[in-house]
């Protein structure tokens, strides 16, 4: 069976819109310096727990988060991130690129840093199902972990595979360490470490059918 897997949040759901403007919600005006602060800690705090369930990942980054900026941060508001994740919007080209990549005969699965409960929320808004998905919870590890991809592997023995991810360091190191071909959805336009594990490279997901069938 053939298969192309994603990546979920900055790949299919814009996760930098999603965290800025949850953070807006509980510090006005602070909601940028709280997403380049809460992505410089979220790592750490995956890889100190790796059990730990995403909910709680959420919100212990954005407690590091608010401590580095000096933003007070309310107890009960940690979870403002949990609580408004299942509506962070999905990008516009998503359904018609995902679409085109089924109707080609391609599977589709998801293989994301995220828990059941909390994705199934986002699954209600995809507008294309998918046939596998893989979370955390399943793997009992994060990403950069090879966790994720050793599970889809042995449950779905893919005849083909090609994984479709926004995350350099999350997604295609570990696809590239274990021989899956790779499009990296550069959607911030950053300077990949090693250009010379991508395979293939796009700006957003059009054109996606072409580079998945071109590999």
């Known amino acids: 069976m053939r298969w192309v897997t994603f990546d979920c949040f900055g790949t299919l759901v814009d996760w930098r819109h999603g965290i800025l403007t949850s953070a807006e919600l509980i510090a006005p005006g602070q909601g940028a310096r709280l997403l380049e602060a809460y992505n410089r800690h979220e790592h750490a705090v995956q890889a100190e727990s790796p059990t730990l369930r995403y909910r709680d990942v959420l919100a212990e980054t954005l407690r590091r988060a608010c401590a580095e900026e000096k933003v007070e941060l309310n107890a009960d508001d940690a979870d403002v991130l949990a609580a408004t994740l299942p509506y962070w919007p999905v990008f516009p080209e998503v359904g018609a690129e995902l679409g085109a990549v089924r109707a ?21 808004r995809l507008p294309v199902p998918f046939d596998a998905v893989v979370t955390a919870e399943d793997a009992r590890d994060y990403k950069p972990s090879n966790a994720h991809f050793e599970v889809f592997r042995r449950a779905h023995e893919p005849s083909a595979w090609v994984h479709v991810a926004q995350g350099y360091f999350h997604d295609m190191v570990p696809a590239h360490r274990l021989g899956v071909r790779r499009v990296w959805i550069n ?28 590999l």
Do not use: F, K, M
């Open 104 to 124: 080609a005969g391609w599977n589709l699965g998801l293989l994301t840093n995220c828990d059941r409960d909390l994705v199934a929320g986002t699954l209600r």
């Open 187 to 214: 959607r911030l336009g950053e300077r990949a470490p090693d250009e010379t594990i991508i395979q293939r490279v796009l700006p957003d997901l059009h054109g996606l059918l072409s580079a998945v069938q071109n």
